[in-house]
C-alpha cells in the first residue's frame, strides 16, 4: 500500500527559529496539503498546493510559514521563526486527480517549540 | 463554512458490544466522506470513504452509512474489541481545492 511519508517524527526547537517539515507524497498523486493539530483540537487546513503552486491557504498560513515541492518528489513546510502556539502535530496529505479519490495522510511530525 | 460535528464526542463500551459513532456536516453538496482512526499521538489512518452516490461501505466489521441530504453519516464497528480504542474522525470535503473539514471525533475505549 502506497504510503505518505514524513521525516522528522518529532522535533524541538527554540522559539524563534526555523524549521523545516519534510514530505515524501504518493508518487502518482498531484494535489498537496499541510494540516496540523493543536493537542486536544480539530485537525486543521494550512495549504494545498497543486501544479507547483499554492491553490489555497488558510488565515493561519501567514508569512512565517512557506511550501515548497523542490524536486519531483519532497514536499516541505518551512516556519521562518517558530513561536509557542506552533507547538502542534503537523500532518502532510496527498491525492490523486480525481475527485473522487480519498486522502491520504503521513504519520505526523510533532512540533514542539521551547 | 462547512461545519463538522460528532457524537458522542467519547464513550467507553465492554468488549463485544457494537460501536455506533455518529457525523454531521453542514453543507450536504459533498462528493464524498472519509472516516479516520487516530491513535494517541499518532497519524490518520484511512478507515472508509464513501461516495456521495453511495448509501453505505463495508470493511471488515466495520460499516459507514452516508445520508448526504440530512448531512449525516455513522460509523457501525460491529463486536467491538480492545484494539479499536481510538479515536475515529469524520472528514469531508470543504471549499473549491477540496481540502478538508474535520470532526473533533470520537474518542472510543473498549474494556476488556
Known amino acids: 500500500e502506497p504510503e505518505v511519508t514524513q521525516t522528522p517524527s518529532h522535533q524541538v526547537t527554540q522559539m524563534g527559529q526555523e524549521v523545516i517539515l519534510r514530505c515524501v507524497p504518493i508518487?502518482?498523486?498531484?494535489?498537496f496539503y499541510w494540516y496540523r493539530q493543536i493537542l486536544g483540537q480539530k485537525v486543521e487546513f494550512l495549504v494545498s498546493?497543486?501544479?507547483?503552486?499554492?491553490?489555497?491557504k488558510s488565515e493561519i498560513f501567514d508569512d512565517q510559514f512557506s511550501v515548497e515541492r523542490p524536486d519531483g518528489s519532497n514536499f516541505t513546510l518551512k516556519i521562518r521563526s517558530t513561536k509557542l502556539e506552533d507547538s502542534a502535530m503537523y500532518f502532510c496529505?496527498?491525492?490523486?486527480?480525481?475527485?473522487?479519490?480519498?486522502?491520504?495522510f503521513g504519520s505526523g511530525t510533532r512540533l514542539t517549540v521551547v | 463554512k462547512q461545519e463538522v460535528t460528532q457524537i458522542p464526542a467519547a464513550l467507553s463500551v465492554p468488549e463485544g458490544e457494537n460501536l455506533v459513532l455518529n457525523c454531521s456536516f453542514t453543507?450536504?453538496?459533498?462528493?464524498?466522506l472519509q472516516w479516520f482512526r487516530q491513535d494517541p499521538g499518532k497519524g490518520l489512518t484511512s478507515l472508509l470513504l464513501?461516495?456521495?452516490?453511495?448509501r453505505e461501505q463495508t470493511s471488515g466489521r466495520l460499516n459507514a452509512s452516508l445520508d448526504k441530504s440530512s448531512g449525516r453519516s455513522t460509523l457501525y464497528i460491529a463486536a467491538s474489541q480492545p484494539g479499536d480504542s481510538a479515536t475515529y474522525l469524520c472528514?469531508?470535503?470543504?471549499?473549491?481545492?477540496?481540502?478538508?473539514?474535520f470532526g473533533k471525533g470520537n474518542q472510543v475505549v473498549v474494556i476488556p
Open positions: 496529505a496527498s491525492r490523486g486527480e480525481v475527485q473522487g479519490y480519498g486522502y491520504t
Open positions: 508518487s502518482n498523486h498531484l494535489y
Open positions: 498546493f497543486y501544479n507547483n503552486e499554492i491553490s489555497e
Open positions: 453543507d450536504s453538496a459533498i462528493y464524498n
Open positions: 464513501i461516495q456521495s452516490s453511495q
Open positions: 472528514a469531508v470535503p470543504a471549499g473549491g481545492n477540496n481540502r478538508l473539514a
